[in-house]
């Protein structure tokens, strides 16, 4: 059980904002935590990391909040502006297809793709580029990793290039950590984590890093990351391409056995 916390300056994001007035409506109504995650149906730890602006408020649970305390759609108005500032424009789309794939598939080269990244490892890449608000951008990258506790969550593969593993920008004591957390992630039955070893011959991903979406029902979605932004593609010419090219990117990584013991060796050489 998480533990209950004091909630961030409300003024300082509207993340934060959304966080304080759950708390002052729950403590109003003389309810716990645990008590309000039941009325809105979730859990107790969700209720903690929205309330420390810590994750960031799903549509569902702004309704059943509405619902649970009798607001009159209080949280539902403030929803839109939340997710309006807590993911760039651009990035939303992806997001939301990201909330309902069956599948992913993801190519990184350069550093470890952001559903399998710890909160230390993302805080670090993200404060790379001086945002304003680090916290709001980190609740949201923690935020869309919440897809692995669905009760049906979706089928993911991952390839990564070694050198995304290596490059020493990171301080030892969270590498250590995020290796841990690739093994736990790699031994959970829906996941493939593939390794691309430093050694191997050209292949498609050196374009770049993207990831591609699945589906029970509809299209493809394709997604492919840039400098500044990415850019969400529907056109299924170009999901057919990248299909084949992140085939032919498996096709020169580790086998997902193999990968893991790379990590491991990794993760033994930082404990030495």
């Given at each position: 059980m998480a533990a209950?916390?004091?909630?961030?300056?409300?003024?300082?994001?509207l993340l934060a904002f959304f966080g304080s007035e759950l708390r002052r409506v729950r403590l109003a109504e003389g309810k716990s935590q645990s008590e309000t995650a039941k009325l809105a149906h979730t859990t107790q730890a969700m209720i903690s990391y929205v309330e420390s602006a810590k994750r960031v408020p799903s549509e569902e649970l702004a309704r059943d909040l509405d619902l649970a305390f009798g607001t009159g759609?209080?949280?539902?108005?403030?929803?839109?502006?939340?997710?309006?500032?807590?993911?760039?424009?651009w990035f939303l789309p992806f997001v939301q297809f990201e909330r309902d794939a069956s599948s992913i598939r993801s190519f990184q080269p350069q550093v470890i793709p952001g559903l399998l990244q710890t909160e230390e490892y993302a805080r670090e890449v993200l404060a790379s580029g001086r945002p304003d608000s680090l916290d709001d951008l980190l609740a949201a990258r923690m935020t869309r990793q919440d897809l692995f506790e669905r009760d049906t969550p979706p089928r993911t593969w991952f390839v990564m290039d070694d050198?995304?593993?290596?490059?020493?920008?990171?301080?030892?004591?969270?590498?250590?950590?995020?290796?841990?957390?690739?093994?736990?992630?790699?031994?959970?039955?829906?996941?493939?984590?593939?390794?691309?070893?430093r050694d191997a011959p050209p292949h498609p991903g050196l374009a770049?890093?993207?990831?591609?979406?699945s589906f029970d029902e509809g299209s493809d979605v394709l997604h492919v990351d840039g400098y500044s932004q990415g850019w969400t593609v529907l056109d299924a010419g170009r999901i057919s391409e990248a299909a084949h090219a992140y085939?032919?990117?498996?096709?020169?990584a580790l086998s997902p056995r193999a990968s893991a013991d790379l990590i491991n060796t990794y993760l033994k050489e930082l404990a030495t």
């Amino acid at each position: 059980m998480a533990a209950e916390t004091d909630t961030p300056d409300p003024t300082s994001s509207l993340l934060a904002f959304f966080g304080s007035e759950l708390r002052r409506v729950r403590l109003a109504e003389g309810k716990s935590q645990s008590e309000t995650a039941k009325l809105a149906h979730t859990t107790q730890a969700m209720i903690s990391y929205v309330e420390s602006a810590k994750r960031v408020p799903s549509e569902e649970l702004a309704r059943d909040l509405d619902l649970a305390f009798g607001t009159g759609g209080h949280f539902g108005r403030l929803y839109p502006l939340v997710i309006k500032f807590a993911y760039p424009s651009w990035f939303l789309p992806f997001v939301q297809f990201e909330r309902d794939a069956s599948s992913i598939r993801s190519f990184q080269p350069q550093v470890i793709p952001g559903l399998l990244q710890t909160e230390e490892y993302a805080r670090e890449v993200l404060a790379s580029g001086r945002p304003d608000s680090l916290d709001d951008l980190l609740a949201a990258r923690m935020t869309r990793q919440d897809l692995f506790e669905r009760d049906t969550p979706p089928r993911t593969w991952f390839v990564m290039d070694d050198y995304a593993l290596t490059r020493a920008f990171m301080p030892p004591k969270i590498m250590k950590g995020q290796f841990q957390h690739l093994l736990q992630a790699a031994d959970r039955p829906r996941t493939v984590i593939q390794v691309v070893p430093r050694d191997a011959p050209p292949h498609p991903g050196l374009a770049g890093p993207f990831t591609l979406l699945s589906f029970d029902e509809g299209s493809d979605v394709l997604h492919v990351d840039g400098y500044s932004q990415g850019w969400t593609v529907l056109d299924a010419g170009r999901i057919s391409e990248a299909a084949h090219a992140y085939d032919l990117i498996r096709a020169t990584a580790l086998s997902p056995r193999a990968s893991a013991d790379l990590i491991n060796t990794y993760l033994k050489e930082l404990a030495t």
